[in-house]
Structure formats: structure tokens, C-alpha cells
């Protein structure tokens, strides 16, 4: 009898392993500011999760007006400087770093794929015990359109050399569930993003948790045996 295969597991990281979406909030709305741009803060927490580049794009339809390439850039350098002047304080998710060393305790395959580019998701990632030269991580920097587009999670399911189809994607915004749905895999949605159960499910989760803890607590529903 031919072995089960275990299910692998690809997850989204701010918001979904490190406390990080309301620290992006605020530097975006800061970047914003000083370029004299006014947007209200939760209409910027409603585009965390998608690549920067769609989050200017998405920008210009809500202001109704174009924006240079050069004040677009400027925006999304600020930002990152901003982010990563408080990246050293943030603190990982409850569960989060227990959640994979329980997968990787019981030989299940994990990744880490992010909208975020390298400059900003590399410093944070040790907060977790991940390593990019040991451990499988996708960041924006290395596909060609990030999310609601499905290309971190399809490559992240290469480089692990797994069945997309039998991969479950954890996320925590609407954006890691509309790209988990077109990569044809199973969405399961944390709450830790600030979106609620029901639009997570609408946007495609299967099943939604709390936080990482409670994700560990019920990992057997997910065929992440004890």
C-alpha cells in the first residue's frame, strides 16, 4: 500500500505569523503623509497583504488621480524604511514559532510566502527561527505578480516539490484567500489580520482559527497529524 502523503503547509507571514499588519498601516499612512497624500487609515489596512506596486496601483483608483512613477516609488521606499525602523520590536504571533516547530518536529513540509520583498521580510524572519539558506521562503522579489495573484503560493508548492492541491495555505487577509482559491489550494484564514470569519470564508478559507495556537490545537483537522 502506497504511503499517505502529508499534507504541506504555506503560509502568508505579517499577520498570519508576526504582529505585523497595523505597524505596515502605519507606515504606509506616514509614507503617505509626507508626500502629502491623505487616506484614511482604514482603507490602507483593507490593502495589507497585496505587493506594494498594487497597493500604489489600488492608491490612484481610490484618489482618482494619477501619481508618478517617481512619487509611487518614493512612497513605497518610505515605507519600507518606516517598517523596518520598528521591525526589530515586533513580536511574533502567538503559536507561531510552536506551529512550525511542530511541523518540522513531525516531518511535515512548510514555507514561507510573502508579499513583502526581501529588505523587509529577511530581518524579521529569525524572530521566527527561519533561516532562507535552510528553510523554504518565497518573498516578491522572486515572482513575477504577488498577491490576489497566485504566484508566491504556486512557487513556494515548487520549491517544496508538493501537490498545490494538497497544500494548505494560511493567511490572514482576503488576498491570501482569493490566491490560495485561483492556486487551486485549500485556504485556511487566521483572524489575526483584522478581517472576520465570515468575508475570510467568502474570499474562499475552509476553515478559519483564532491565531497559530489554535491553528496547532486543531492541526490533526487539517491532516497535519500529532
Not at 502629502?36 to 497583504?49: C, L
Not at 496601483?57 to 517598517?83: C, F, K, M, N, T
Not at 526589530?88 to 513531525?106: F, Q, R, W
Request: hydrophobic share 45%; with cysteine; charged share 25%.
Amino acid at each position: 500500500m502506497q504511503a499517505r502523503t502529508k499534507t504541506a503547509f504555506i503560509f502568508d507571514l505579517d499577520g498570519t505569523l508576526l504582529d505585523s499588519v497595523y505597524d505596515h498601516v502605519m507606515a504606509w499612512g506616514q509614507a503617505l503623509r509626507e508626500n502629502n497624500i491623505e487616506v484614511p487609515v482604514w482603507k490602507i489596512h483593507r490593502r495589507i497583504g497585496m505587493s506594494g506596486g498594487l497597493f500604489t496601483a489600488a492608491l490612484v483608483r481610490e484618489l482618482g488621480r494619477d501619481l508618478p512613477e517617481d512619487v509611487r516609488s518614493r512612497i513605497r521606499d518610505r515605507h519600507a524604511e518606516i517598517y523596518s525602523s520598528v521591525s526589530a520590536k515586533i513580536p511574533t504571533l502567538p503559536g507561531a514559532i510552536e506551529l512550525l516547530k511542530y511541523l518540522s518536529a513531525n516531518g511535515i513540509q512548510w514555507a514561507i510566502a510573502t508579499s513583502g520583498h526581501i529588505k523587509t521580510a529577511g530581518p524579521v524572519l529569525h524572530k521566527l527561527g527561519v533561516d532562507p539558506a535552510k528553510h523554504v521562503v518565497i518573498t516578491r522579489d522572486l515572482v513575477r505578480y504577488a498577491k490576489p495573484d497566485p504566484d508566491l503560493f504556486l512557487a513556494a508548492a515548487e520549491k517544496l516539490g508538493v501537490d498545490i492541491k494538497e497544500s494548505c495555505i494560511v493567511g490572514d487577509a482576503i488576498w491570501d484567500m482569493l490566491a490560495a482559491k485561483r492556486a487551486h489550494g485549500l485556504g485556511v484564514g487566521l483572524l489575526t489580520g483584522g478581517y472576520g470569519e465570515d468575508e475570510l470564508i467568502r474570499a474562499g478559507a475552509y476553515r478559519v482559527f483564532q491565531d497559530p495556537a489554535d491553528m496547532l490545537d486543531h492541526i490533526d483537522e487539517l491532516g497535519g497529524r500529532r
